[in-house]
């Protein structure tokens, strides 16, 4: 079960972080999104998933873990970066959206 071994893997790396998965979803159209218990949402979108999990440890972890109560959303579907979404604001983008994927503005 694909859904199973990713949430192992994720769950893994999430608790020496200190944080948990609450859900993960796979949506009928491919993307993948996980909810944490700090009420944080992460969008892997449908391409690149192990790496856009891999530079959301590495570049948006921290981050989370110290403003999770101003955050709503992570969204890791960028090239080069990501863009947060800020609990009453909109959206800051940390770089341009991805030309192969999904539109994260949609």
Do not use: H
Request: charged share 30%.
């Amino acid at each position: 079960n694909p859904v199973a071994q990713r949430y192992l893997a994720i769950q893994g790396r999430l608790i020496e972080a200190g944080m948990r998965i609450t859900a993960l979803r796979l949506d009928a159209r491919g993307a993948w999104e996980i909810d944490l218990d700090n009420g944080v949402v992460v969008r892997l979108g449908r391409r690149q998933v192990d790496e856009r999990f891999e530079r959301f440890v590495a570049a948006a972890l921290r981050l989370v873990a110290q403003r999770a109560g101003d955050i709503d959303y992570v969204d890791m579907r960028y090239t080069n970066g990501f863009a947060v979404g800020w609990k009453g604001a909109s959206p800051r983008v940390a770089a341009r959206p991805a030309a192969d994927d999904e539109n994260p503005e949609a």
